[in-house]
T-cell receptor, first 111, second 114 residues
Framework: RKEVEQDPGPFNVPEGATVAFNCTYS??????FFWYRQDCRKEPKLLMS???SGNEDGRFTAQLNRASQYISLLIRDSKLSDSATYLC????????????FGQGTRLTINP | DTAVSQTPKYLVTQMGNDKSIKCEQN?????MYWYKQDSKKFLKIMFS???????INETVPNRFSPKSPDKAHLNLHINSLELGDSAVYFC?????????????FGPGTRLTVL
């Protein structure tokens, strides 16, 4: 079983739609959780951290469910510029920071 | 100003050759990393250095040798290149190796081994 699993998509949604991605992780001791965004042929960039209480940044909402080992990302009122691959990222509890990436979910927003 | 830079951006070479990729960060970070993104787009950590000291070495073949001459630089040397080494290699940096610290990635080096 992969450490971090995501539906690779692709997801094709119309502009203005709400879209949700899910991610599961296998290590129950995982310490930190993030969503990164990667545009085509570019480097990953941090989109937002994910906290147990849930957090929101504009149109983006992230949720963490430790009991189910499940992370979600919700994008409201999607824009064309949201088209990218969204990477679910987890860090294990021990040792130095080691980001474990999911395969990524590819999202295309259509006009 | 570029925060994390890598050279070269593209590298095409023959099997068996030795090549190096350079990485520099001007963010004042103490920790630097090398990641490999394969054709299936999985990003996996290879190495991590903190203050020039190796702290993560993820079962990478010893043909890969990182070198950190100072905190701002982390280079990757690859000996006897193989077809399976073809991938995009990303350098990254963070303030410290703490689990919650944001990592900043370089633009990547696309390596193609023929």
């Amino acid at each position: 079983r992969k450490e971090v699993e995501q539906d690779p998509g692709p997801f094709n949604v119309p502009e203005g739609a709400t879209v949700a991605f899910n991610c599961t992780y296998s290590n129950s001791a995982s310490q930190s959780f993030f969503w990164y965004r990667q545009d085509c042929r570019k480097e990953p960039k941090l989109l937002m951290s994910v906290y147990s209480s849930g957090n929101e940044d504009g149109r983006f909402t992230a949720q963490l469910n430790r009991a189910s080992q499940y992370i979600s990302l919700l994008i409201r009122d999607s824009k064309l510029s949201d088209s990218a691959t969204y990477l679910c990222v987890v860090t294990p509890i021990q040792g130095a920071q080691k980001l474990v990436f999911g395969q990524g979910t590819r999202l295309t927003i259509n006009p | 100003d570029t925060a994390v830079s890598q050279t070269p951006k593209y590298l095409v070479t023959q099997m068996g050759n030795d090549k190096s990729i350079k990485c520099e960060q001007n963010l004042g970070h103490d920790t630097m990393y090398w990641y490999k993104q394969d054709s299936k787009k999985f990003l996996k950590i290879m190495f991590s250095y903190n203050n020039k000291e190796l702290i993560i070495n993820e079962t990478v073949p010893n043909r890969f040798s990182p070198k950190s001459p100072d905190k701002a630089h982390l280079n990757l040397h690859i000996n006897s290149l193989e077809l399976g080494d073809s991938a995009v290699y990303f350098c990254a940096s963070s303030y410290d190796p703490g689990a919650s610290d944001t990592q900043y990635f370089g633009p990547g080096t696309r390596l193609t081994v023929l």
